[in-house]
T-cell receptor
Framework: QQQVKQSPQSLIVQKGGISIINCAYE??????FPWYQQFPGKGPALLIA?????SEKKEGRFTISFNKSAKQFSLHIMDSQPGDSATYFC???????????FGTGTRLTVIP | KAGVTQTPRYLIKTRGQQVTLSCSPI?????VSWYQQTPGQGLQFLFE???????NKGNFPGRFSGRQFSNSRSEMNVSTLELGDSALYLC???????????????FGPGTRLTVL
C-alpha cells in the first residue's frame, strides 16, 4: 500500500514556466514532508522540507504548499529551467521515526 | 565536508550468490539508513542503524541484513540473490536524534546491483 501518492508521473514544462507536483497522504501521524531531487546516476538530494505547522515554505524558486485538512502537499518550481530536469520525489515520515515513505516520483522535463 | 560514499558503485552477481555493500556516512553522522530503488517499487526503506544498533526495519525478507561499525560505517548484505534483487541500493546518512528519528537524511550515489 502506497503511503504517499504522487502525481503526475511525468511533466513537461516550458522554460520559465511553473512546474507543479502534487502529493497526498493518509496517515495523519506524518509530521515531516521533504522533497528530493534526483538526477540520473545520482542519489536523491534534499530540496526543501516542511512540517505541518506551516502552510507554505519558500526557498528560492522552490515552494512547498501544505494543506493539512486535505492531507495534501505540493511542490511549485517557479521560472523552471532546463537544469531542473530531474525526477522529484515527495516523502513523509512520522515523529521519532527513522524511515521515509516515498512517493512514486515525477519525471520533470523543462524544454528550452 | 565530504558526502556519503558508497562502494562499490556497480556490481554484477549471479543468482544464489551473496553480496556486501558498504556505506561511509558524513563525518559526525551516527545514523545510516538503507533504501532499495527499483522502477517498479520505487524507493523502499530497508533498515536503519544508529550507534551500531538496528532501530527499524522495513518489510524485506531476512536475506537482507546489515550492520554498523563503531565509526558509523555501515554494510548491508544480501544472501541467496534473486533476479528481483537487481536495484539501486541507496545509503542515507543523518545526525540521528537522541529520542529516535534521524533528522534530515543525505543520500549517497548508490550501488547499482545487477543479478543475472
Amino acid at each position: 500500500q502506497q503511503q504517499v501518492k504522487q502525481s503526475p508521473q511525468s511533466l513537461i514544462v516550458q522554460k520559465g514556466g511553473i512546474s507543479i507536483i502534487n502529493c497526498a497522504y493518509e496517515n495523519t501521524a506524518f509530521d515531516y514532508f521533504p522533497w528530493y531531487q534526483q538526477f540520473p546516476g545520482k542519489g536523491p538530494a534534499l530540496l526543501i522540507a516542511i512540517r505541518p505547522d506551516v502552510s507554505e515554505k519558500k526557498e528560492g524558486r522552490f515552494t512547498i504548499s501544505f494543506n493539512k485538512s486535505a492531507k495534501q502537499f505540493s511542490l511549485h518550481i517557479m521560472d523552471s529551467q532546463p537544469g531542473d530536469s530531474a525526477t522529484y520525489f515527495c516523502a513523509a515520515s512520522m515523529p521519532g521515526a527513522n524511515n521515509l515513505f516515498f512517493g512514486t516520483g515525477t519525471r520533470l522535463t523543462v524544454i528550452p | 565536508k565530504a558526502g556519503v560514499t558508497q562502494t562499490p558503485r556497480y556490481l554484477i552477481k549471479t543468482r544464489g550468490q551473496q553480496v556486501t555493500l558498504s556505506c561511509s556516512p558524513i563525518s559526525g553522522h551516527r545514523s545510516v539508513s538503507w533504501y532499495q530503488q527499483t522502477p517498479g517499487q520505487g524507493l523502499q526503506f530497508l533498515f536503519e542503524y544508529f550507534s551500531e544498533t538496528q532501530r527499524n526495519k522495513g518489510n524485506f525478507p531476512g536475506r537482507f541484513s546489515g550492520r554498523q561499525f563503531s565509526n558509523s560505517r555501515s554494510e548491508m548484505n544480501v544472501s541467496t540473490l534473486e533476479l528481483g534483487d537487481s536495484a539501486l541500493y541507496l545509503c542515507a546518512s543523518s545526525r540521528g536524534l537522541a529520542g529516535g528519528g534521524t533528522g534530515t537524511q543525505y543520500f549517497g550515489p548508490g550501488t547499482r546491483l545487477t543479478v543475472l
